[in-house]
């Protein structure tokens, strides 16, 4: 793990690899963990870095915002002062919205994107899940928001909140190593001593909404991306449904769109190997572009 100084003290784990510059981004109350199963893999052929965002795993805000549109600025000045431009962004749910401000924003610094299950808004009358609605919806409303994230975690405790975030967010939880279980459980415990961990989740978790529920500006953003772009849901995703992305997939039909079957939020979890073999096979056809036009990554330095 580097510490290095973006703004303010930043987490980044380094999977190392050597070619163009790959940068995976997690979601909503994610760390540089959601990827310790494919960004080995990716690393085979790609140089890949995984920051923790400022307000989450071990990036304290420190005076940065933590807000969606904030975290994209932060991840422009990542780009070009650690990792080079452009690059192919690999972002999931919250980050893969995150991936899309950014190459909607500064294209010249975006050789590509790879989204895997990114925040979309829901579509026309589309079925809702009781349980996201109700965790969202608490989430919006400022001091209903901290209550239920505060007792949900004096609750269920570090073991309780990553088991619910898998039976969540995957399928079948199962499929994820008891290593990579434990991994998370040790993040979310020293977060559980973070006052500024909380506030932070709630901050960008109220703006992603925002941002979700203006549909039509939100269209505007993806008819602005100009990336080579791969975009992967799981067909068993209860956060963002399939309804949502076919959707953008109708909107943006230049985007190559690979569903998987038997697959929750987080594919990269849930089943790493189908994921990193659309994201081959994706760089070897019509994302060839992608990876010709994606800088060589420089060695990052440790910040003293």
């Known amino acids: 793990m580097l510490t290095l100084d973006v ?27 959601n990827w310790m199963r494919l960004g080995p893999t990716l690393a085979e052929g790609a140089r890949v870095l995984a920051p923790d965002l400022p307000g989450f795993g071990y990036s304290p805000p420190a005076g940065r915002s933590v807000g969606v549109q904030a975290n994209a600025a932060w991840l422009d000045r ?86 619910e975030t898998f039976r969540l967010c995957c399928v079948d939880p199962g499929r994820v190593p008891r290593d990579v279980i434990e991994a998370h459980e040790a993040v979310v415990r020293d977060r559980m001593r973070m006052r500024w961990a909380n506030p932070s989740v709630l901050r960008a978790a109220r703006t992603m909404i925002r941002l979700l529920l203006r549909r039509q500006r939100f269209r505007e953003v993806l008819q602005r991306v100009r990336a080579p772009t791969l975009l992967i849901n799981g067909e068993g995703d209860r956060l963002v449904k399939m309804a949502a992305v076919r959707v953008a997939s109708e909107d943006r039909p ?22 990193a073999a659309e994201i081959r096979a994706w760089l070897e056809g019509s994302g060839r572009a992608a990876l010709g036009a994606a800088a060589v990554a420089p060695e990052p330095v440790e910040a003293p």
């Open 254 to 275: 230049d985007w190559t769109f690979r569903p998987l079957d038997g697959v929750g939020h987080t594919p990269q979890l849930e089943d790493p190997v189908r994921t």
């Open 78 to 163: 990542f780009l070009r002062e650690v990792a080079g431009t452009p690059a192919i962004l690999v972002g999931n749910s919250m980050g893969g919205l995150i991936s899309i401000l950014e190459a909607a924003n500064n294209p010249h610094h975006v050789a590509g994107l790879v989204l895997l299950d990114p925040a979309f808004p829901l579509a026309p009358k589309e079925p809702l899940d009781l349980q996201v609605v109700m965790a969202f919806a608490a989430y919006s409303v400022p001091g209903i928001g901290e209550v239920f994230v505060r007792r949900r975690s004096r609750t269920l405790g570090p073991e309780g909140l990553v088991r």
């Open 7 to 33: 703004g303010g003290r930043t987490a980044v784990a380094d999977f190392g690899g050597r070619g163009p510059v790959m940068v995976l981004l997690h979601g909503l109350g994610g760390s540089h963990v």
